[in-house]
Structures are given as structure tokens and as C-alpha cells.
């Protein structure tokens, strides 16, 4: 369940729960922010690019040298964070999910195939490096998640529920859904947002898409504005989305 979340400003239409949309976007993603305690200057946070990889589900690995810096940090304190966000689009950043994982970090001695298999479908250069004598495996072990999926949508994620969760079953598919519907569909996406989120949008596209519905950054005379539409079922798969898209736009218009 969502802790502390901001109920008065959240979307009406239904979406997934923050865990849920906290796994998916670690699922989509390759790449953090880590902040590190600085053993040069006590007390200064250290942040750092992060590739990462996903094991057992939930748990963040990183490949890392120990004579990097924010190696050297977590090893004299293994207490970090980890911020993910997500990649892509042309809008306001402040607007895009995002994620922040807390826990402590820890080497991982003789680390398995499976482990090097999974680290590197996500970074396949690190076959250059991954052999090399200062590299090493590194695990974080979340204890607490903080997200924040747009303006007005944020709360904190227990680590367990995270670690239950599944992503959403979109997670290979949304980009290209996206991608297509501002692409190829604008009109139709004015035509929905008129008629399902009663706005008329002189510009309209499409910003998230998962199993319950998707999110729309519309320009109108008012201003920019966001919107979420529910889907009138749960899809899938990309073709479901694609019916349901389809059937909706032909309601929009009035059935033509």
C-alpha cells in the first residue's frame, strides 16, 4: 500500500499502484544516480552515474572499480541511494516518475553466471572490463523507496511491497505505443482528450501508457495540462492497446 501519498491531487482515473509503477520503471531503465557518503568531506553527500542491473526480482547490481570514489565511500559507509528516472520525452522533467531507493550497499564474493548474465543484457560493453582485477559486483539491498510519478503523484513504497510487485505487463511495449500515437495519431489524442477528460487541447500527446490507462501533456488556451484517461478495460499486450485506442477514438468522434 502507497504510504503518505497526496490523495487531494492524484489523478481520477485508476492507475497502478506506486510499487507497481516503481518496478516497472527500474525494469525499463539501465542507469541511476547514486549518492554515496563522502569519506573526503564527512557529512557532503557524493553522487555518481550508476549503470545498474536487476537480480532476484528487486535488487539493484552495480559493476563497479574499487578505485572509484563512490567505491570507496560505500565501503566505509554502505549507506546510499539510488535515483532513477525515467528516460526520454521532450516535456518538463519534473513531470516525468521517477524513484528514489535507500538502503545499504555490499560486495557480492564470487559472484554467479547468472549474475554476470543479467548485468551485462543490460551493459554488453562491460564484457570489456568485467574480467578486470578492480571490478567487482556490488549489491543494494532497498530498505525504504520514495516516488514521485508526476506532479501531484508521489509517496513512499515499502520495500517489500516493491519486491512483490510485477511490472506492468506494458513494460516492453509502452515506448513503442507512445512513440506511434504522437507519431502517427495526434488528432485522435485531441479527440480524446475532449471527450473522455473534457479538455480541448490545440495540441495533445501522449507522455505514459500502462495496463489501466495513459497520461496526455495538452496544450490549451488555458495553458499546458495534464490529464490521465482510463482504458474502459486493462490491456496487455500492444495489441490490446491498440483496440481499445482504436475503440475509443471512434467513440471520441461520435462513432464516425
Not at 98 to 109: C, D, F, K, P, Q
Not at 123 to 134: E, G, L, Q, T, V
Not at 145 to 159: P, S
Not at 210 to 228: N, P, Q, Y
Request: glycine letters at 8%.
Amino acid at each position: 500500500m502507497n504510504q503518505h501519498s497526496t490523495p487531494s491531487s492524484a489523478p481520477t482515473a485508476p492507475e497502478p499502484e506506486h510499487s507497481e509503477r516503481v518496478k516497472t520503471l527500474l525494469t525499463i531503465e539501465r542507469v541511476g544516480t547514486l549518492a554515496t557518503q563522502s569519506s573526503k568531506h564527512p557529512g557532503w553527500p557524493f553522487a555518481s552515474v550508476m549503470p545498474y542491473a536487476i537480480i532476484d526480482g528487486a535488487s539493484p547490481i552495480f559493476l563497479i572499480s574499487g578505485m572509484a570514489i563512490h567505491t570507496q565511500n560505500l565501503i566505509a559507509d554502505p549507506r546510499v541511494s539510488l535515483l532513477v528516472m525515467q528516460s526520454g520525452g521532450d516535456g518538463d522533467p519534473l513531470g516525468s516518475p521517477r524513484a528514489t531507493l535507500l538502503g545499504t550497499v555490499s560486495r557480492i564474493e564470487a559472484p554467479s553466471q547468472a549474475i554476470r548474465d543479467a548485468y551485462l543484457a543490460r551493459h554488453p560493453s562491460a564484457r570489456y572490463w568485467i574480467d578486470f582485477s578492480d571490478f567487482g559486483f556490488f549489491r543494494l539491498d532497498v530498505s525504504d523507496i520514495y516516488f514521485v510519478g508526476g506532479f501531484g503523484v508521489m509517496g513512499w513504497v515499502a520495500a517489500d511491497d516493491y519486491r512483490s510487485a510485477e511490472p506492468d505487463p506494458l513494460v516492453d511495449s509502452a515506448a513503442a505505443i507512445i512513440e506511434h500515437m504522437n507519431a502517427d495519431h495526434s488528432e485522435a489524442l485531441r479527440a480524446i482528450a475532449k471527450h473522455f477528460a473534457g479538455l480541448d487541447a490545440e495540441e495533445a500527446s501522449m507522455v505514459s501508457c500502462d495496463r489501466l490507462g495513459f497520461v496526455m501533456r495538452l496544450r490549451t488556451a488555458a495553458g499546458m495540462k495534464g490529464a490521465r484517461v482510463a482504458f474502459p478495460e486493462p490491456v496487455r499486450s500492444r495489441e490490446d492497446a491498440r483496440r481499445v485506442l482504436v475503440a475509443m477514438t471512434r467513440e471520441a468522434r461520435g462513432g464516425v
